[in-house]
């Protein structure tokens, strides 16, 4: 590699710095989850398994960690199949067609995406009791869904609005109906699109916490951020257990991240490579 | 394969308030060539795609034959269309597109690999079948689109400014090659092209030395050499329209003469005129100019049988 000039050597060393307090921290949670006790960054007790216990039994009453794992799966799964359909259905709708109310509903959903979620909460709370979905895994996924929406839709709108019209018509003289040209025509070409709000809203469900801890109760509908969270309400807390559960809870997102970088790059510049 | 006669009835097709194209009445016999030309915004654009079927025509009526269409699906009018931008699907390889519209049409595979074997041979496409449109060159693109066009036999073609984005050598190639299709296949072919590219209709359609003919009745008030136009002609029609003609080197009107429609009104470019074969349509209502659409047909033996300027009916105020 060839070396950087002198100014951006600066910039580097002024970047290194500031990430430094989360590189401790990731490097504090591997180092716990290892050794048990860590004093600063320094262990001080050979390494053992024995943080890792939770992975083989449950651990002081909570179910076996496959129970929330799954959950969290599912949930992630789901919310972000949700989003991506609903979202590039209407985005596509939004950019193509011209309906009464449109310029409202593009402002309206502008102003969702702005809202805080959490100050919903109650609201939603209520609504969920109402429907009898307070304390299942499908009014979670419904919520989390929703409030994911807005912004899903605006990306997918400048996905669909760099499709040339042109395209759009020869499919359509070619004998295609709309919903044919959606599907085999408009999607595979805004999949860069896709797969960047299919990443963003996986790793974003994966790590959904205020939701499913206010809305689930039940132990066994818990999502990892609930079961590593009621790790921490114990009278003395175990932060060996915490700092390996936590591990545990990253492994998967760091995998995804790995994988999908290329195409959250894109999220940003929403362009379409032919 | 023969094409359809295709008759446009009073098309109208209003953009919210804004006209883009006014009552357009049009005759193309079966099996003809046809080149729509003018400046855009003329309502050129919008007349084909109403052809095509992506636009419903605010009013009017297009008939294919004697079947009224302009109610249809473009899946339902057997049209085949080029665009300007060649309108390929970028992740799908030049045999994937070309195939595209029998699939749709549920075509047996084994016949839909032959019929785009044998159209992609015809444009001399055959051994780039595999590569996707962006790893292809312009004219390929424009090959391929024109074979997407072609696969499905329609009955119909209309051609968007199809050789605008080409450069000089393959345009060349391009207008001999859809010529030489449209006198194999005889598909109606609906021509579009620009103020611009007019020296290339006129090329097509009337080489060195066409006549021309009078769209409409009316009197000769001017016929001589005239700005830039070169000799013009230039003939009132009475109802507050006005058309003139220009850039034809030897006239065979004189001022004040009546001309009924379809009189020989002069040549196009007889003499060495130094900027070539050009003509220029004017068109102005009661005094203040117009954008006329001036359609040119360009087909058979004694081609530019007919040059006409559409003058009332397409008349863009």
Redesign the interface.
Known sequence: MPLLPPRWRLVLAVLLLVSIPIAAGVVWMGLTGIFDRVHGLVPVRPPSLDNWRFIWEGVGGRPPVHVPLLNSFVFAVVVAVIEVFVASMAAYAISRMSFPGRRFYLGLVLVLHAFPAVSLIIAIFYILRVMGLFDTLTGVILVKASLGLPLGIWLMKGFFDNLSWEMEMAALVDGMSRWTLFWKIAMPLVRPGLLALGTFSLLSAWGEFILPFTLIVSSNKALMSSYLQSFLTEAFTDFGIVAAVGLFYTLPVVALYLLGQRYLLNIYGGGVKG | MKGIAVRLEGLSKYFGRVAALRTLDLDIHAGEMVAFLGPSGCGKTTTL?MV???YQPSSGAIYFGERRVEHL???DRD???V???Y?????LTLLENIA??LR??RVPADEVAAKVRQTAELLGIGHVLERR??HVSGGQQQRA?LA??LV?EPQVLLLDEPLSNLDANLREEMRYEIRRLHDEFQITTVYEMRWGAFHFGVDMAAPYGTPYYAAHAGTVTLARYEGGYGNAIRIDHGNGIETVYGHSSKLLVTEGQHVEAGQMLGLIGSTGYSTGNHLHFEVTVNGEHADPMAYLLAHGVDIAKRLEAATGGTVIT
């Open positions: 795609l095509a079927g992506i699906h473009p899946r049209v085949g269309m665009f300007q931008s309108a390929l699907y970028p992740h595209f519209p749709l049409k449109p962006a689109a997407r066009a499905k």
